[in-house]
């Protein structure tokens, strides 16, 4: 079973991981590795981190929304909780998903629902 601070670790990780994949020059690759936790943990938005976020594309966007969530959710104790049922989302989704805001079941009802839809 992962602590929260490994959680953390893996949540941030991925981060910075979707931030190096739009961080064009050395200085903004120096910029993420010194500098983006200390950010997160402030909620600055510094000139860098505005300038990488207008560079992320929608779903890498999605994907830093959803992990913030969850590293806010992981701070106020609420972390591996459903957002739709509210019932613990199962330890192995979260190793695989650790921002991962619903449970599997509620997952595949969207999934469902939205191929109905089409």
Do not use: H, N
Request: aromatic share 2%; glycine share 6%; with cysteine.
């Amino acid at each position: 079973m992962c602590t929260v601070a490994d959680i953390r670790k893996k949540l941030l990780a991925q981060r910075r991981d979707l931030f190096c994949q739009v961080a064009q020059t050395e200085e903004e690759l120096l910029w993420l590795e010194t500098d983006v936790e200390s950010e997160v943990e402030e909620r600055g938005q510094g000139e860098k981190m505005v300038q990488l976020l207008d560079r992320l594309d929608e779903r890498m966007r999605a994907e830093i929304e959803a992990i913030d969530r969850a590293l806010v959710k992981l701070e106020a104790g609420r972390y591996g909780r459903c957002e739709q049922c509210g019932e613990d989302i199962s330890q192995s989704r979260l190793e695989v998903l650790p921002a991962a805001p619903v449970c599997i079941g509620c997952a595949q009802a969207r999934e469902t629902r939205v191929a109905l839809r089409t």
